[in-house]
């Protein structure tokens, strides 16, 4: 529209140069009211002008609002598309995904008790005389039974089962929310000790060197259907003090004086006995002027 204008201007200009520098100048000066129009029309064409401009211009404005709803619906309409491209990537997502394994499954269950001690049994369905504390579930699915020393248990010991070789139950029972049932065992029992805390496996300890001396004690423990075998040894102080060392396979080593070496044995026999082994025979050796207070 401006250059419109712009071209009117050029050509009003040039009409009046040509009537004022020709003949017709003659003509017009002989006719009054020609100068009049002549004036009126350069004030004319611009009202035209303008008004078309300002139709124009009206035009304009309406059409940008059009315009811009129209891109206010497209992005609206955008953003539904892409709610609706999201909802169904998540529903393909969730039907491609790979069902959880068993072994996956206990895990999970599992890594929701970490430190719930709870009720054990083996796959003849003996009961474990402990509740051990469930205190670590690895990324491949091994979990880990710790069992502090204490009243049902002469050491500290852990105990490895894959979750695949397990059953669990969702059944509380006193403080222990599960139950479970071990098919298998992962590897070998870890004998941790004296610890009563699982946070101290890895601290030293310092445990008295006792030079042994004549064995004094020892029984032996078998399992129905099993070449299973147990064993306890005793075994005085070299130095004939009230000092005693008992061997236990499996179980580890411990020291004590003869009260304490006597506890020890028979917690561990009661343990035996629990796991389903019992008496194969005993034994005593060389004496001491400490009696042990052990029977079998």
């Known amino acids: 529209m401006k250059r419109v204008f712009g071209i009117a201007a050029v050509v009003v200009s040039v009409v009046v140069a040509v ?18 129009f002549l004036v009126a029309v350069p004030t004319i064409a611009l009202a035209v002008i303008a008004f078309l401009e300002w139709r124009h211009s009206g035009e304009a404005n309406t059409l940008r609002d059009k315009a811009n709803e129209l891109r206010r619906e497209n992005i609206i309409l955008i953003e539904a598309l892409d709610t609706e491209r999201n909802r169904h990537l998540g529903q393909i997502a969730a039907h491609t995904k790979p069902a959880l394994t068993q072994a996956e499954r206990n895990s999970n269950l599992l890594r929701k008790h970490i430190g719930a001690n709870v009720k054990v049994t083996d796959e003849k369905d003996w009961n474990w005389s402990s509740t051990p504390e469930i205190v670590e579930v690895s990324e491949d699915n091994i979990v880990t039974l710790f069992t502090p020393r204490g009243f049902t248990s002469s050491s500290a010991s852990a105990v490895r089962v894959h979750c695949n070789n397990l059953e669990i139950t969702e059944f509380a029972e006193g403080s222990c929310p599960l139950r479970i049932k071990v098919l298998k065992k992962y590897g070998a029992d870890v004998s941790l000790g004296e610890i009563t805390k699982w946070e101290d496996r890895n601290k030293p300890m310092a445990a008295p060197v006792v030079p042994k001396g004549g064995m004094v004690r020892n029984a032996t423990y078998g399992k129905a259907g099993s070449d299973e075998v147990r064993s306890l ?47 194969r025979g005993s034994g005593t050796g060389g004496g001491s002027q400490y009696p042990l207070y052990v029977k079998t």
């Open 233 to 279: 040894h005793v075994y005085a102080a070299k130095d004939g003090g009230n000092l005693f060392v008992l061997e236990a396979v499996p179980g580890g080593t411990f020291t004590g004086n003869n009260v304490e070496i006597s506890k020890t044995f028979m917690l561990l026999q009661v343990e035996y006995e629990a796991a389903g082994f019992t008496h």
């Open 19 to 36: 009537l004022l520098h020709t003949r017709v100048q003659d003509w017009l000066w002989t006719h009054p009211w020609t100068h009049s």
